[in-house]
């Protein structure tokens, strides 16, 4: 084979992010050459003008204006931090993911973000966050690309742009910069009533959370997973945080976003260097492979439904501690690329479609962000496993290939390196049966169902935390300039609940809309009320 000479091992630990651009005892220019000053530009006499000729003045101006690199289209708000994951062993019936192992330990990456914010917006405002892990693992990287929010906006990711450009700010004044508090959010989410149950979740003291400690994660779609025997199972991912989950008030959350925008970047950077180490619980929610991929009733590839707590307990399989703040931000937390087909064997995909754009949508935005195909290669990407993949060249290329064309098999490259593999330790794409059916562009009918969740998620919450949500709407939609855009989201809150619509609508002084179709008849769901319950007295 031509193995590849990047350093495979060349975790983010063992390259000081130091090595190419600060040794030496003297400063010089990017070629290594000693230089005298960088304080002057080189100029005809000392009243100018400057010289073309001053190379130093050019790379080091030329540098700066380029050191920005676009901000991610969403997530761009974030903060990251290293720690390590260490498996319980208790998912081994069910996934062969060698880094869930008893007692194996594995190196990991996480980044926690707002979705709609810019780069520079405050940390605190209302809004999903992002919890993506990167787990640097024996065998190849997984990625579980998650939010604190168990479900999502939209069931198709088709829909991708249209939800995220009605939640950006408003095209023609940049407002607001970083709250689902304007129309085309509420236009969005009342024409699109698949949205309604994400929205509640954003509504609840979930949408402000008071630190990144204090939340939980979801991966939100189903897996499938795989064991060792080759039976299948399917999961959703939770992270339980060993703190609880805990929020801010929303009179808190706007001083603190005026006071200390960088309130949950220097609340996560502060724990972790006081040894305050950020701890969860990763937890499976295990369902049977079945042809039809429901449980309960509940259409398993629909990503605007959970599956409650007391239908399918969380299985705690092993620990998160985060226990190392990033050196540099931009090497880092800015240079990091999560993508959900970042598998390992023992973990693959659903049909789920939502989940199945996402496959496409992060390595397309990635070429741009990070300037081409070689961003697997920056530190902060480099898997701990042995690479030897057949790419080759491209844009920022490290790697100085040996060997003669990479092809397989190729009878002058000595042989075949798939035949000397241990094909056990490989990935496997489980051969799920794909079903003769027509192409269309439509959703199951098991999608359909916009309301009964939605109204689940209200029944279980206390009376102050349902104070909260009627607070968070009425204050949310107050900043719509369209009153019909309000009346149709106030139509959407009446076949949530009656009293729901008509507290919102008596404060914005509208009438309360009578529901259009029957109530859902829902049990409340103590786990809703009851976070971070997995964590046993150690
Ligand atoms: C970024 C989660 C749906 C496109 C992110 C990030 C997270 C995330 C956590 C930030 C990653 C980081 O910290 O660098 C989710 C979840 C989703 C979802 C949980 C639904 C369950 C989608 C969909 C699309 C999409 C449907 C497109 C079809 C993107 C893009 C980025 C991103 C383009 C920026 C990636 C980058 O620049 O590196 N998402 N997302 N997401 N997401 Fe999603």
């Known amino acids: 084979g031509t193995p590849d000479t990047r350093t495979p091992t060349g975790a983010p630990t063992d390259v000081p992010p130091t090595a190419k651009g600060q040794q030496g005892a003297f400063l010089t220019t990017a070629n290594g050459a000693r230089l005298r000053d960088t304080d002057h530009s080189l100029k005809a006499g000392p009243r100018g003008p400057i010289l073309l000729q001053d190379h130093h003045f050019r790379e080091k101006i030329t540098h700066f204006d380029h050191e920005r690199i676009p901000e991610r289209v969403v997530h761009a708000r974030g903060t990251g931090a290293h720690g390590t994951?260490?498996?319980?062993?208790?998912?081994?019936?069910?996934?062969?993911?060698?880094?869930?192992?008893?007692?194996?330990e594995t190196q990991v990456f996480v980044r926690f973000s707002t979705v709609l914010g810019s780069r520079g917006s405050a940390d605190t405002v209302r809004d999903t966050r992002g919890f993506a892990t990167k787990f640097y693992t024996d065998e190849g990287t997984f990625d579980l690309v998650g939010n604190n929010i168990p479900v999502f906006f939209i069931q198709d990711a088709i829909k991708f742009p249209d939800v995220i450009h009605a939640g950006k700010p408003h095209p023609d004044r940049e407002i607001p910069q970083a709250q689902s508090a304007h129309d085309t959010f509420w236009d969005f989410v009342s024409l699109h009533t698949e949205a309604q149950h994400h929205t509640i979740w954003n509504m609840s003291d979930r949408g402000i959370p008071r630190s990144y400690r204090t939340m939980e994660g979801f991966g939100v779609h189903t897996f499938r997973l795989v064991n060792e025997a080759g039976e299948t199972a399917l999961a959703k991912f939770h992270w339980k945080p060993k703190l609880g989950v805990h929020s801010l008030e929303w009179e808190e959350a706007q001083i603190a976003a005026g006071v200390d925008p960088d309130f949950h970047r220097r609340d996560l950077y502060d724990a972790i260097e006081a040894g305050a180490y950020p701890e969860w619980e990763l937890g499976l929610q295990v369902f049977p492979d079945t042809p039809d991929e429901t449980f309960a009733g509940i259409d398993l590839l629909d990503p605007t439904?959970?599956?409650?707590?007391?239908?399918?307990?969380?299985?705690?399989?092993?620990?998160?501690?985060?226990?190392?703040?990033?050196?540099?931000?931009?090497?880092?937390?800015?240079?990091?690329?999560?993508?959900?087909?970042?598998?390992?064997?023992?973990?693959?995909?659903?049909?789920?479609?939502?989940?199945?754009g996402r496959l496409f949508s992060y390595l397309d935005t990635q070429l741009t962000r990070l300037a081409g195909p070689n961003f697997s290669q920056i530190p902060i990407n480099r898997p701990h496993a042995p690479v030897n993949d057949m790419l080759r060249d491209g844009f920022h290329q490290q790697a100085v290939h040996a060997g003669v064309a990479p092809y397989r098999p190729n009878s002058l490259d000595g042989g075949?390196?798939?035949?000397?593999?241990?094909?056990?330790?490989?990935?496997?794409?489980?051969?799920?049966?794909v079903a003769a059916a027509p192409k269309i562009r439509e959703n199951p009918a098991s999608f359909d169902d916009h309301y009964s969740q939605v109204r689940l998620f209200w029944q279980s919450m206390t009376p102050v935390e349902k104070e909260h949500i009627i607070r968070a709407y009425t204050f949310e939609l107050g900043k719509c300039y369209e009153q019909v855009i309000k009346e149709r989201q106030l139509q959407c809150l009446a076949n949530i609940d009656p009293v729901l619509c008509s507290e919102v609508a008596t404060g914005l002084g509208l009438p309360a809309p009578s529901p259009t179709q029957p109530l859902?008849?829902?049990?409340?769901?103590?786990?809703?009320?009851?976070?971070?319950?997995?964590?046993?007295?150690?």
């Open 416 to 433: 075949n390196p798939f035949e000397a593999d241990d094909a056990s330790h490989a990935f496997l794409d489980v051969p799920v049966v």
């Open 520 to 538: 859902a008849e829902v049990e409340p769901s103590a786990a809703l009320s009851q976070v971070g319950q997995l964590w046993p007295a150690d």
């Open 305 to 356: 439904k959970i599956v409650p707590e007391e239908l399918a307990p969380v299985q705690a399989v092993g620990k998160l501690v985060l226990n190392r703040t990033p050196t540099n931000f931009f090497a880092e937390t800015e240079q990091v690329a999560f993508h959900l087909g970042n598998l390992v064997p023992g973990i693959d995909v659903t049909n789920d479609p939502l989940l199945q």
């Open 85 to 104: 994951f260490t498996g319980y062993g208790t998912a081994e019936g069910v996934s062969r993911a060698g880094f869930l192992a008893k007692g194996k």
